[in-house]
C-alpha cells in the first residue's frame, strides 16, 4: 500500500482502541468447562453474560473467539449454528479465531456466543482446548490476562514499530511491542503472526546479551550468546534453530519468523531494518502488539474464558505379572470412566472403569477408551498385560547312601547338582536358592548340605531373574540304611614287583552282595569323598594306585534303592624275581654246537615251576637254533607267575664278497667287502690289531698283505685275506754297495705264479733287458757293459690283464 493508506490504515486502528477508553468499558463474563466426547460438537459456553454500565450502551461491533490454548490448526473449527440475522461469522483457520461481526446487541451476542460450538477431526488429544472471547479484535491469552494484537506493516523497522507500540491503547490498557515469556504466548504470536513481526527484544546495547526492553519485562535478559548461547536464570526463548547468528555482525533485534521459515512462533535476529524485498520471509511484515501488565493499566474485563476438558488417559503403561499372580490393571484419566475393550475394532467394552481385574493366563492386549459421562465413543490406546510364566520348579527325592562308614543317617547332599532336575534343564535367568524351611526364612548351602533329620524336606525356591516370577518346590533327602558286605581280593603284581596289579573289581560281587539282590547294579569308588559325591566311579577293571595294599569303596543301587558303602581292600602279590628279557647270540659257523638258556629266575629255585614254550620244563635248556624261547615261572604257592623272553640272534664269521686293489700309484688303497650275519671290524697286517670298523684302507705299501675280518657281535672267529699291492722303485744304485743294486717289479706274492714279463729300454726305444719271472731284476747293464746314470722305460705283463708302464732312474 502507499504510504498515505498505510497511515490511514494505522489511524483507523489506533483510533479505534484509542476510542474504548472515553467511556467505561464494556464487560463479558462466561461459564464454561465441559467434558468433550468426540465426533460430538459441543457449544463452547453454558452461560454468558454481557454488560456495560453506561446507560444505553448496549451494542457492539465485532466479538472474537479464540481457541487460545490446545489449538491444532487444520483439525479444530468453531462454528456458529442456528439463525441470527444482526450476526455474521468468519473462521480464520490461522489463528484459531472466529470473528462474530455485528452491529447487534447484547443479548443478540450473547444468542450467538452460545450457539457456536467446537468441533474437531482430532482424535488424540494431549491437552485441553481453552477459548477466549473478546469484545473487541484483539486476542486474550487467559494464562496470562494479557491482550494480544497483530499490526500489518510491510517494511516497518524496529524503532518504528516500538514506538508504535507504545503509543497505543486498549481500553485504557498501555500497549508495547510483545514480549514473549511463555509457550502459549510464543504459540499465540505464532498463530497471529502472517509474516515476520517484530517483538521486544534487542542486544544492541552489548551484543550476545539478549533483553527485552519494552513492556513491564523492560531490562530483563533472557540469553547471551549466539544460537550455541545460554537462557538466563530459566527465562522463556524460543530461537529458531541456529538463531540468533548475528549474521553479517548487525542482526540486533529481534523477530517472530515467517511461517515458512522454521517452527511456527520460533525467533531469528535481523538488522533494525530487516532484510531483502517485499516478498523476502526476512522483510519486515508488522509487529506484535501486548496489553496488560503496564504500572496504572485498569482493571478491564473485556475478555473472558472457557474450556473444553479433551478425554485422555493421564497416566498408562504396560503391566507385566506372573503366572497364577492375581491381576489388576489401573489407568488414570481426567475423565469420567474408561471403557476397555479386547479389540481395536470391537464397539461392546468388556469393563467399565479405571481397575480392570481380568482373568487371564498369558499375556493380552487390551485397548480404552477415555470417556466423560454419556459418552461412548473415542479414540482407543492399547495397554498390553504382559503374563509371564513361572519357572519351573520340579519336586524331587534324594536317596543317598552312607558313604562315611559311620552309618548314621546323615550324608552330605549336593542340592546344586540336582538343579537341572528341579528347572527341566533350564539355566538362563534363574536363580535357584535353597531353605530348610517351608516359609523360605533360613537358605542353606547347596553345594555342601548335611540332612538334619532321615528323611528330611527341604525347600526350593526358583526365581527367573529377568520377570521376577517365582515357584517353590520340596526335595525329600534320605539316606539308606541298607549296608553291603565288605570285602577283598587278591592280584599278582603285574609292575616288575612295584606293588601294582589289575582288579576286575566285579570279582568281588559275591563277597559283597551275601545276603542281598544278586542284581544290585555296584559303583566303585577309590576315595569317601567321590562316594558322597558319586564322581569319578572306577572302571571294573582297575589298578591300585597305592602300593601293595589299598583300600577302595563300593555302593549299589537296584530301582532307586540305595546300599550304603562298603570298603574293598586289594592286596598285590609277588610274582617270581627273575632277570628282564634278553637277547643273546648264537655261531652258525658253531653249528651243531649248543647253547644253555637259563630261566633268570633269581634265588633258591625250590618250589619253582618251570614252562618253556618248546615243551620243556627245566630250569635251563640247551638250543643250537636261533629264535625267541618264552618260559613262564610260576611260584607253586601263591600260583603267580612272570613270563620271561630270551631272544637268541645269529651271528657268524665273514664271507668276503669283494677285494679290490688300486696300486701303482702315489696312494695305494685296498678296499674289502663283506656278508655275514655279526657285526664286523678290519685289521691290516695284524690279527691283533687295531681293528677300524670299515674294510677300507688307504696310503698302503707295495707287497703282500694280510687283512683280518672278525666277528665283534659274538666272537665267532676272524677271516683272513691275503691281497697283494704292486708297484715299483723310482730309481736303482748299481754301485757296489749292496743297496738299491738292481731293479725289479715289487709286490708280487711269494705264491703269485702267472704271467710275468718286463721289458726296460732306453730313451730311444732300445730293449735292453727282459725279466720273465719275479724273482729276476735288472742289474744296470747291457751286454755286460754297465750303462750310464738316466731315465729307462719299461712296460709289465701280468696274467689277468693287469698291464702298465713307466719309467725309472738309474744313478751312478
Known sequence: ??????????????????????????????????????????????????????????????????????????????????????????WSPNLGVLSLTGPASFTEFENAI??????????????????????????????????????????????????????QTFFGLQGYLGTITTPEESQLAGEQSPGAGWIGATDSETEGTWKWVTGPEAGTVFWIGTFNGNPQNGAFSFWNTNEPNNFNGNEDYAHITDPSIGQLGSWNDLPVGGDGGPSDPYHPKGYLVEFGGMPGDPIINLSTSTSIVTPRITQVNDVTFCENEAISVTVNSNTDSVLWYNSITSTTPIFNGFTFNPSITSTTNYWITPVFLGCNTGEKTQITVTVNSEPIANNLSLIVCEDDLIYDGVQIFDLNNEINNITDGSSANLSVVFYSDVSLTN????????????????????????????????????????????????????????????????????????????????????????????????????????????????????????????EIELFVIDVPEVLSDTEIYYCLNGFPNTLDLSSGLIGNQSGFLFNWLTGETSESISINETGVYTVTITDSG???????????????????????????????????????????????????????????????????????????????????????????????????????????????????????????YNRFGKILYSIKNKDDAWDGTFNGVELPASDYWFTVFLDRGKNFSGHFTLKR
Open 443 to 566: 537358605s542353606i548351602n547347596g553345594d555342601d548340605y548335611s540332612n538334619t533329620s532321615n528323611p528330611q524336606t527341604v525347600f526350593v525356591l526358583v526365581t527367573n531373574t529377568a520377570t521376577g516370577c517365582t515357584n517353590v518346590s520340596s526335595v525329600v533327602l534320605e539316606v539308606s540304611t541298607a549296608i553291603l558286605n565288605n570285602a577283598t581280593l587278591s592280584s599278582c603284581d603285574n609292575s616288575g614287583n612295584q606293588g601294582f596289579a589289575t582288579f576286575n573289581l566285579l570279582d568281588a560281587s559275591s563277597q559283597i552282595l551275601l545276603g542281598f539282590p544278586q542284581d544290585i547294579d555296584l559303583a566303585f569308588y577309590e576315595t569317601l569323598e567321590d562316594v558322597s559325591l558319586e564322581t569319578n566311579q572306577l572302571d571294573n577293571q582297575f589298578t591300585n594306585t597305592i602300593s601293595l595294599s589299598q583300600i577302595i569303596y563300593v555302593i549299589g543301587n537296584l530301582n532307586g534303592v540305595c546300599y550304603g558303602a562298603a
Open 114 to 167: 452460545q450457539s457456536v460450538q467446537y468441533q474437531t477431526t482430532q482424535t488424540y488429544f494431549t491437552e485441553d482446548k481453552f477459548f477466549s472471547i473478546n469484545i473487541g479484535s484483539a486476542n486474550y491469552l487467559p494464562s496470562t490476562d494479557h491482550y494480544y494484537l497483530y499490526v500489518p506493516d510491510l517494511g516497518i523497522t524496529w524503532t518504528q514499530a516500538a514506538s508504535e507500540a507504545a503509543s
Open 1 to 90: 500500500m502507499n504510504i498515505k493508506i498505510k497511515l490511514a490504515y494505522i489511524f483507523i486502528i489506533v483510533n479505534t482502541f484509542c476510542g474504548f477508553s472515553q467511556d467505561n468499558p464494556p464487560s463479558i463474563t462466561a461459564i464454561g468447562s465441559q467434558g468433550y466426547c468426540p465426533d460430538v460438537p459441543l457449544s463452547i459456553v453454558t452461560s454468558v453474560s454481557i454488560t456495560d454500565p453506561d446507560f444505553g450502551d448496549n451494542t457492539l461491533d465485532i466479538i472474537t473467539i479464540q481457541i487460545s490454548e490446545g489449538y491444532s490448526q487444520g483439525e479444530d473449527l468453531l462454528i456458529l449454528t442456528g439463525a441470527h440475522p444482526s450476526v455474521t461469522s468468519t
Open 638 to 760: 601263591t600260583n603267580c607267575s612272570v613270563t620271561r623272553n630270551i631272544t637268541v640272534l645269529p651271528s657268524n664269521i665273514a664271507t668276503i664278497d669283494t677285494v679290490i686293489v688300486a696300486d701303482n700309484s702315489q696312494n695305494n688303497t685296498i678296499s674289502i667287502t663283506v656278508t655275514g650275519e655279526g657285526q664286523y671290524e678290519f685289521s691290516l697286517d695284524n690279527s691283533n690289531g687295531p681293528y677300524q670298523d670299515n674294510g677300507f684302507f688307504t696310503n698302503v705299501l707295495i707287497g703282500a698283505h694280510t687283512v683280518y675280518i672278525r666277528d665283534v657281535l659274538n666272537n665267532c672267529g676272524v677271516t683272513e685275506q691275503e691281497v697283494s699291492v704292486i708297484g715299483y722303485p723310482n730309481y736303482f744304485t748299481p754301485n757296489g754297495d749292496n743297496i738299491n743294486e738292481t731293479w725289479n717289479i715289487k709286490g708280487l706274492s711269494d705264491n703269485f705264479n702267472g704271467v710275468f714279463n718286463v721289458t726296460i
